[in-house]
């Protein structure tokens, strides 16, 4: 398949526990000062915390253990020991957490800022203090602080796609995405290439990227399964845009156009109102000199703008990508925002 799955293995160790502490008070005037012990400090946690500039587990590059910090023994005086200190791993938005020796998944962190502990600190022994009884007035006895959790992780990220392709079998979407992102799926002149979704990230500089979903293609019919069916279009329903390719070949581009929103509109009625760009394609072979006209007639009816929601491009050839690119990522980024502010308000 070819899902864009990035794997990391990582071993992650809790701080352990500071021991608790055997004490007596010794003062002045006081000759049998009882037990003054304190606590050992609790030791430190591992934690995953996602953020939303990551889009790769590379960042993690050639770390495999983390181990937090110790919890200090408690004093005397009652004094408890300092916790230990945490260790706080930056993970992407995405990240499947599976424990590697049981094989269960532990979360899914998928929204920005989430934590998950992924190995807790061991609790700090308790002092001598808390020994004392009517019978022992003076105990001997505190207790080690205990180790931190260890676990052996793997981390696995699932990307969430920002922009969903659609088009009829053979529009040219798979070439379009490998050219453009780091997803490599078949290419071929046959229809229903695709037969699996497959995402890739497309970066616009080393910050600026959005995940882009290649699905296979949809005909008429679709929703009674024609074709490959429609299931497929699931893949697509979180995404924030949607990219409808069609290949300049077809005959009336806005009938392709129409086609596809029903398809869409007859899966999930809320699909085919998501913000979209249109991509009119592989114009690097169109010869005919009725281009213009044709553009001009599809611009009119559908009331779209050129450079603005429709691209005149060759995925091939790479003509318009980065105008494309642009554009698409600009419109993610808004709608990211405006999904952010919508949390707030319910928040
Ligand atoms: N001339 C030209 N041909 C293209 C372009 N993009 C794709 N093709 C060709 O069109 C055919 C189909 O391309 P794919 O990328 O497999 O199309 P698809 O939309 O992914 O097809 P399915 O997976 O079957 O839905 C291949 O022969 C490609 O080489 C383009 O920009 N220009
Ligand atoms: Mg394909």
Not at 179 to 190: G, L, M, T
Request: hydrophobic share 35%; glycine share 12%.
């Amino acid at each position: 398949m070819g899902h864009f799955i990035d794997e990391k293995r990582l071993k992650v160790i809790g701080g352990k526990g500071g021991d608790g502490c055997v004490s007596f008070r010794r003062e002045k005037f006081i000759p049998f000062g009882g037990p003054d012990g304190g606590h050992g400090g609790d030791g430190g946690n591992v934690i995953l915390v996602t953020k939303d500039n990551l889009h790769a587990l590379s960042t993690l590059r050639g770390k495999v253990k983390f181990t937090a910090g110790n919890g200090e023994p408690g004093k005397g005086s009652n004094c408890t020991g300092a916790k230990g200190g945490d260790i706080i791993i930056e993970v992407p938005v995405g990240t499947q957490v599976k424990d590697e020796d049981t094989g269960f998944i532990l979360t899914d962190l998928t929204v920005k800022g989430q934590e998950f502990i992924a190995a807790r600190g061991g609790k700090g022994g308790a002092g001598n203090l808390v020994f004392k009884n009517s019978v022992n007035q003076a105990p001997r006895t505190a207790i080690p602080g205990e180790e931190g959790q260890e676990r052996n992780l793997v981390l696995e990220l699932k990307l969430i796609a920002d922009v969903g392709l659609v088009g009829y079998p053979n529009a040219g979407k798979s070439t379009l995405i490998s050219k453009i992102s780091n997803a490599h799926p078949e290419v071929a002149a046959y229809p229903f290439t695709t037969l699996t979704p497959s995402l890739g990230v497309v970066n616009l500089s080393q910050w600026d990227f959005f995940v882009m979903a290649d699905i296979p293609g949809i005909i008429v019919g679709a929703h009674e399964g024609k074709g490959l069916g429609f299931k497929f279009l699931r893949h697509i329903e979180r995404t924030q845009v949607l990219l409808y390719l069609i290949d300049c070949f077809e005959e009336d581009w806005n009938e392709v156009f129409k086609a596809l929103k029903k398809e869409l509109k007859l899966f999930n009625p809320l699909l085919a109102q998501k913000t979209f760009v249109v991509g009119i394609n592989k114009i690097d072979s169109y010869l005919s000199e009725d281009f213009e006209e044709r553009k001009k007639a599809f611009l009119k009816k559908t009331r779209l703008k050129e450079n603005k929601n429709v691209f005149f491009i060759s995925g091939l050839k790479e003509l318009g990508l980065d105008e494309l690119k642009e554009k698409l990522f600009m419109i993610v980024k808004e709608e990211k925002k405006n999904k952010d502010s919508d949390q707030t308000v319910l928040s």
